[in-house]
């Protein structure tokens, strides 16, 4: 059974640069959640999903953060333009509305930006 | 609002040794808590949940929590601990908002 996967596991950029994340939930799940960790600010929610629908945003930074599901497979997060202190590692974890509720995570990216 | 303290970075215990990770919260309704471990370089690995029924709740790899309503607790503990335990422990509390909230994190280290 596949977790939660994402891509790139890795990711290195030059500020100004667009950068895409990308995450495939767990097949079934129908809540998506997108967190990012830092060392300053530990794990913090950026955004979720409800069935595709995003519920809460309150955690995106800034307009240069945007995310999208267009399916129940697939989900981006976008930063546009990328600046260094965009520099963490993005989660992204997936559960089942109405289940357990239980949050499973994938691997992460690590993105730094120069 | 939600809320978690962890209020210990780092918790040192000896190999075969009884260890404790200390987590508190702070949650309108009634909370659904966590407990995740994340080792170095890979992703938080769920352990164990609380949501309804009995204070004491076990999970994987032999660690249970202990549930406290009046003193908002959920502690996390292992009767014996492996050097292979050794890894980044946090806690997280959901309430009415879905999303996690996360403590700042604990370091647990044990020492052969």
């Known amino acids: 059974d596949a977790g939660v996967i994402q891509s790139p596991r890795h990711e290195v950029t030059e500020m100004g640069q667009e950068v895409t994340l990308r995450c495939k939930p767990i097949s079934g799940h129908n809540s998506l959640f997108w967190y990012r960790q830092t060392m300053m600010r530990g794990l913090e929610l950026l955004i979720y999903f409800n069935n595709n629908v995003p519920i809460d945003d309150s955690g995106m930074p800034e307009d240069r953060f945007s995310a999208k599901m267009p399916n129940a497979s697939f989900s981006t997060l976008k930063i546009q333009p990328s600046e260094p202190r965009d520099s963490a590692v993005y989660f992204c974890?997936?559960?089942?509305?109405?289940?357990?509720?239980?949050?499973?995570f994938g691997p992460g990216t690590r993105l730094l930006v120069l | 609002a939600q809320s978690v303290a962890q209020p210990e970075d780092q918790v040192n215990v000896a190999e075969g040794n009884p260890l404790t990770v200390k987590c508190t919260y702070s949650v309108s309704g009634n909370p659904y808590l966590f407990w995740y471990v994340q080792y170095p370089n890979r992703g938080l690995q769920f352990l164990l949940k609380y949501i309804t029924g009995d204070n004491l709740v076990k999970g994987s790899y032999g660690f249970e929590a202990e549930f406290n309503k009046s003193q908002t607790s959920f502690h996390l503990k292992k009767p014996s601990a492996l050097v292979s335990d050794s890894a980044l422990y946090f806690c997280a509390v959901r309430g009415i908002r879905r999303a996690l909230t996360f403590g700042s994190g604990t370091r647990l280290q044990v020492q052969p």
């Open positions: 974890a997936s559960s089942l509305m109405g289940g357990k509720e239980t949050q499973y």
